[in-house]
Nanobody
Framework: QLQLVESGGGLVQPGGSLRLSCAASGFTLDYYAIGWFRQAPGKEREGVSCISSSGGSTNYADSVKGRFTISRDNAKNTVYLQMNSLKPEDTAVYYC????????????????????WGQGTQVTVSS
């Protein structure tokens, strides 16, 4: 069974940090670009960050630039999202997604381009 599983969410105070993980099972992430998306209650889903299959290219939403870092460890079949200096407006369910690519440096920013999605992990930033 092909699936992505997110973990690492939780409750954190403003200014705190969390590291989200996205682990794949049933397939290798070597040939997939990965994206992190989030959706807050009553809001549309938005792209947070994405990374190429090689890890050599990354992209960030303006709202998280300088605070979030995306990385991947293909040997562990896992992608990470390090989130620092968290703000209440970062509160959302975070999803990872995988898009099959044939170019190792391309990042995928279009949600409809993604082939697999995880179930999401809740991140709550509150004092």
């Amino acid at each position: 069974q092909l699936q992505l599983v997110e973990s690492g969410g939780g409750l954190v105070q403003p200014g705190g940090s969390l590291r989200l993980s996205c682990a794949a099972s049933g397939f290798t992430l070597d040939y997939y670009a990965i994206g992190w998306f989030r959706q807050a209650p009553g809001k549309e889903r938005e792209g947070v960050s994405c990374i190429s299959s090689s890890g050599g290219s990354t992209n960030y939403a303006d709202s998280v630039k300088g605070r979030f870092t995306i990385s991947r460890d293909n040997a562990k079949n896992t992608v990470y999202l390090q989130m620092n200096s968290l703000k209440p407006e970062d509160t959302a369910v975070y999803y990872c997604a995988a898009a099959r690519v044939w170019d190792t440096i391309v990042v995928v920013t279009t949600p409809t381009r993604y082939d697999y999605w995880g179930q999401g992990t809740q991140v709550t930033v509150s004092s």
